[in-house]
């Protein structure tokens, strides 16, 4: 027989009271407590209300024995104090008949408290009427255990409780988990049905965008509309961080910048515009947008843009090397009342614009080494004069697959690329 059989052996046959005043270390030695410790209920916790001692210690050796984490209280008034103070216990084992308030009022005010609404609660008493019994169901208690009870009982009533808790609160995050799953995906229809088609058979010019979130929605949003018959508007946003909170804001942003296109002048005027609508709500919640925003006027065969933060944008004359715009501002969201400079591009036929996320040159390959902007003006120079705008985005987004390699996409990927065709 090994020291814990010996132990509940001496349990069973001892008077409860007579082990309880002995030293702890003569029935609870280091040992066993160690190995108590190591139990896989531990992470349980049960709240014992019994004014008993006896019963109550009898209790919570038992149960801190069987690998629980055991807190006590003597009346009601401890108990509702306990529970205020520690964290939410996984049952709460409750005498009917308590000094002060009883265990059906200590149950009644437990269901009341958010809290604990939810936590199972046995009654134990020798209270064993059926009106007794009813009262405590109709409180919210879940068991009924009368006194005197078997110990191996309670434990069995405990272990399927908490089972049965536990394959409740399973079904329930399954089930929120796949709500959430259905409202991402209807979240990621609608972002992508505000990223417009390209405008086809669009004189002058050759058009290819996509985007691929790295979650189900992204912070990325693209935008090409073409306005007053001729005008085409095109912008690549990007708001820090990823999922459903960057989304919205690029929602915001694609809304406001449409709006601003109809009644100013310039791009820079509607960077500028869009940051001072939009300043106090980024700054609040700690989030910046980089914005290329051009357009496109074929009367002038010129592309005018301004560019707040963006850093991926790369242009390639018919006849020369490609080169990166910098930035001609801040990103929205950094200073409130942020001008932003305006540039010219001459676009006619084969000449190339390129505007991406940080998604790309930021992308990691296995090694842990960066895709760079170093390859992304490799392959434009390569792919640029013979290739039309579909089959040079098709390129990138191969090229920078093949890199990534079986790496998770950590960013989101948007792109756009404008030929000229005139």
């Known amino acids: ?21 002995a030293p702890q270390e003569a029935i609870f030695p280091k040992a066993l407590q160690e190995q108590v410790q190591c139990q896989p209920q531990a992470a349980k916790h049960i709240l ?17 024995f069987a690998g629980y984490q055991v807190t006590t209280a003597a009346d009601g008034l401890s108990a509702l104090a306990a529970l205020q103070s520690m964290p939410t216990p996984d049952l709460i084992l409750l005498d009917v008949q308590l000094p002060g308030m009883n265990g059906f009022e200590i149950c009644n005010t437990i269901q009341q408290w958010p809290e604990t609404a939810g936590v199972p609660v046995i009654f134990l008493t020798a209270r064993g009427a059926l009106e007794d019994k009813l009262q405590g169901f109709a409180v919210g208690g879940v068991d009924y255990l009368t006194k005197p009870f078997k110990m191996a ?26 709500h959430l799953d259905e409202e991402m995906a209807e979240a990621a229809l609608i972002q ?36 007053s018959g001729s005008h085409l508007h095109l912008t690549v946003a ?29 791009p820079a005027a509607a960077l500028a515009h869009v940051n001072a609508r939009l300043y106090e709500d980024l700054a609040a919640i700690g989030k910046f947008v980089t914005i290329f ?5 074929p009367s002038e065969c010129s592309l005018r843009y301004a560019n707040a933060g963006h850093s991926v944008a790369i242009y390639r004359p018919s006849e020369g090397p490609p080169r990166i715009l910098e930035p001609t501002g801040m990103p929205l969201g950094i200073l409130q009342d942020t001008q932003y400079e305006e540039a010219v591009l001459p676009f006619a036929r084969g000449d190339l614009l390129v505007v991406c996320s940080d998604g790309f040159p930021e992308a990691f390959n296995p090694a842990g080494n960066m895709f760079g902007y170093g390859r992304l003006l490799r392959i434009l120079d390569d792919v640029a004069p013979e290739h039309t705008a579909a089959e040079i985005g098709a390129a990138l987004l191969e090229e920078v697959s093949a890199f990534m390699g079986h790496c998770e996409q950590s960013d989101d990927q948007t792109l756009i690329v404008i030929k000229g065709a005139g």
């Open 153 to 178: 009982e309670l434990k069995a009533r405990i272990q399927a409780l908490l089972r049965s808790r536990e394959r409740q609160r399973t079904q329930l995050l399954k089930e929120a988990a796949q």
């Open 1 to 21: 027989m090994n020291q814990i059989q010996q132990i509940n052996t001496q349990w069973a046959v001892a008077p409860a009271l007579e082990v309880l005043e």
């Open 293 to 297: 925003a051009g357009t496109y006027v």
């Open 238 to 266: 990007d708001v820090s961080g990823k999922g459903l909170a960057a989304a919205l804001i690029t929602a915001q942003v694609r809304t406001i910048l449409r709006e601003a296109t109809r009644t100013l002048a310039s």
């Open 48 to 64: 014992i209300v019994e004014d008993d001692v006896s019963l109550r210690e009898w209790i919570e050796f038992e149960l801190t």
């Open 192 to 227: 992508k049905a505000l990223m417009s088609r390209p405008p086809a058979n669009l004189p002058g010019l050759d058009i290819y965008a996509t985007c691929r979130p790295a979650k189900a929605v992204g912070g990325d949003i693209y935008d090409i509309y073409v306005q």
